[in-house]
C-alpha cells in the first residue's frame, strides 16, 4: 500500500467516522406524544380538548348541536385561568372526532362522555351540558349515575322534552321538527346561517346588533360535522325524554336558560327540568336568547364559577 493509497484509506475511515456521529447526532429523539383523542366503545374516535392545571377541580362540558368543543372555549378559557381543569369533547359525529355511520342518539352520546371521563380518569367533576348537551349529561347520569360527578349544570337545555308529542303536547311542535329535517337535507349550509343569524343568537329582535363573527363560528362549527350525524341528532335533541334520567340526579344542580329562548322555549324545558331535579336553583337570563354561552358569556362565566366554588 502506498502513500497516496494510505492517506485516501485514512480520509474515507474518518469521513465514514464523521458520518456515523452526525447521523447519530441528527437522531430525533422519541417523545411520547399525548394523543388528543379517546376510543368510544364502539371504537369511535372522540377528540378531546383537556386545558389548564391537571391537577385542579374538573370541569367537562357537552356542547350543542350542530357545534363542537370549540363552542365552550369562553367558558374553558375563563375557567382554567382560575385554576381550574377544563374538558371537553367533539361529539361523534360532530368536529374532529370520528363520523361513524350509526350510534348517534341520546344513549351513545351518554356513553361517549363515560368513555372519555374513564379515558381521562375524571372523578369529582362539575358537568356542564348545553342544548343538547344538557341531555347528554342528564342521559349520562341516568345511565351511569354520579360516582364520579360532584355537579351538575344544564344550559338552555333540552331537558326534559323538547318537542311536541301525545304524551308532551305542551312541546316544540312537531311542524319545527319536520322543518329541520328538511332543511337540513336539502341545504343544511344555508339552515345553520339562518340559524345563526336569526333566533339562535336573538339577532332577529327588534334593536338586536347581528354579529357577523358569531354567525361564521356557528356556520363553521356546523360544516365541520357530518351530514348523517346532524340529521340524526335532530332525532336525538328533539324527541328524547329526559324525565327519569333527571329523577335520578343526587347531586347539587343548577339550571341556567335564556327566557327569551326561542330555540328551546324555557317555559317547557328549564322551569320544567328545575322542577323534575329535587333541589335544583334556576337562574333566569331576562332578554337571553339560546346561545347565552356567546350572548352573555360574562354573566354565565361568573355563575358558573360562584356554583362551582360553592
Known sequence: MNAFTRLALAATIAI????????ALAAPTK????SPYVAANDGTPLYVKDWGPKTGPVVVFSHGWPLNADSWESQMQFLADKGYRV????????????QPWAGNNMD????????VLRALDVKRATLVGFSTGGGEVARYIGRHGTARV??????????????????????????????????????????????????????????????????????VQGMQAGAKATYDSIEAFFHSDFRADLK??????????????QIVPIETT?????????????????????????????????????????
Open 16 to 23: 465514514g467516522g464523521f458520518a456515523v456521529q452526525t447521523q
Open 87 to 98: 374538558i371537553a369533547h367533539d361529539r361523534r359525529g360532530h368536529g374532529r372526532s370520528g
Open 248 to 261: 335520578k340526579f343526587d347531586i347539587p344542580t343548577l339550571v341556567i336558560h335564556g327566557a327569551d329562548d
Open 108 to 115: 351513545q352520546y351518554a356513553d361517549d362522555l363515560d368513555a
Open 31 to 34: 417523545a411520547a406524544i399525548a
Open 150 to 219: 360532584a355537579k351538575a349544570v344544564l344550559v338552555s337545555a333540552v331537558t326534559p322534552i323538547m318537542g311536541q308529542s301525545p304524551t308532551h303536547p305542551e312541546g316544540v311542535p312537531t311542524a319545527v321538527f319536520d322543518s329541520l329535517r328538511k332543511a337540513s337535507l336539502d341545504n343544511r349550509a344555508q339552515l345553520y346561517k339562518d340559524i345563526a343569524g336569526g333566533p339562535f343568537f336573538g339577532f332577529n329582535r327588534p334593536g338586536a346588533k347581528p354579529s357577523a363573527g358569531l354567525v361564521d363560528s356557528f356556520y
Open 270 to 310: 328549564g322551569r320544567a327540568t328545575a322542577k323534575l331535579v329535587k333541589g335544583a336553583r334556576l337562574i333566569e337570563y331576562a332578554d337571553g336568547p339560546h346561545g347565552i354561552t356567546d350572548t352573555h358569556k360574562d354573566r354565565l362565566n361568573q355563575d358558573l364559577l360562584d356554583f362551582i366554588r360553592q
